[in-house]
């Protein structure tokens, strides 16, 4: 690839016919300042995009640490509501009045533990739907971000010069119309030498 100072540094032969030197200097150093510019916003968007890999991958493991949270607290809350009925049990086996009460204070313990990882659940899938969306809208800003870049390369591209046209269809050209002036003679000239 070309770097800003292969394009300063061109040198070019010169021909009697040749093209003017001032403007192929200033042509080039204007080049050579839009490509520079576009030479760093490059290297820039390659920091950056490395820094989001990063942090994508930091979000991704938030992500699987918010799951492995939310199966532990469904199993906690499983095992709660499992020890809480097999408490209520071996409490009915026991004296009537005792029983009553004891199981009374169970359920009401057990339908506590519930609602209480009911809503570490419901928490941790809360955070996790924002982490989620906070993870899209972070994708789709840097895709916007990188198709806006994508745009004012191509941009920059369009705007380069085409190759003029060669010799013999100028010939052609000139022979067709001999009063219109040849303006790419020039040109074709040095597409011939080159």
């Known amino acids: 690839m070309l770097t800003p100072l292969d394009i300063h540094n061109k040198e070019f032969k010169r021909s009697f016919r040749g093209y003017n030197e001032d403007e192929i200097d200033d042509f080039l150093d204007q080049v050579v300042n839009d490509y520079e510019k576009l030479f760093r916003?490059?290297?820039n968007l390659k920091e950056e995009l490395a820094r989001m890999k990063k942090d994508n991958a930091q979000y991704?493991?938030?992500e699987n640490n918010l799951k492995e949270t939310l199966l532990i607290a469904q199993k906690t809350a499983n095992e709660v509501t499992d020890t809480a009925k097999q408490h209520a049990e071996n409490l009915r086996e026991s004296t009537a009045?005792?029983?009553q009460n004891m199981r009374r204070d169970a359920e009401i313990s057990a339908r506590q533990m519930v609602e209480a990882a009911d809503h570490q659940v419901k928490s941790a899938t809360v955070e996790y739907c924002r982490l989620v969306e906070a993870k899209s809208q972070f994708l789709y800003q840097i895709k916007a971000a990188l198709e806006s870049e994508l745009a004012?390369?191509?941009?920059?591209?369009?705007?380069?010069?085409r190759q003029q046209t060669?010799?013999?269809?100028q010939e052609e050209k000139a022979?067709?119309?001999p009063a219109a002036p040849q303006e790419n003679a020039p040109a074709a000239d040095a597409v011939q030498k080159g």
Not at 152 to 161: F, K, Q, S, T
């Open 41 to 43: 916003e490059n290297d």
């Open 60 to 62: 991704q493991k938030l």
């Open 97 to 99: 009045k005792e029983c």
């Open 152 to 161: 004012v390369l191509h941009d920059a591209i369009d705007r380069l010069p």
């Open 166 to 169: 060669t010799a013999p269809q």
């Open 175 to 177: 022979e067709a119309n």
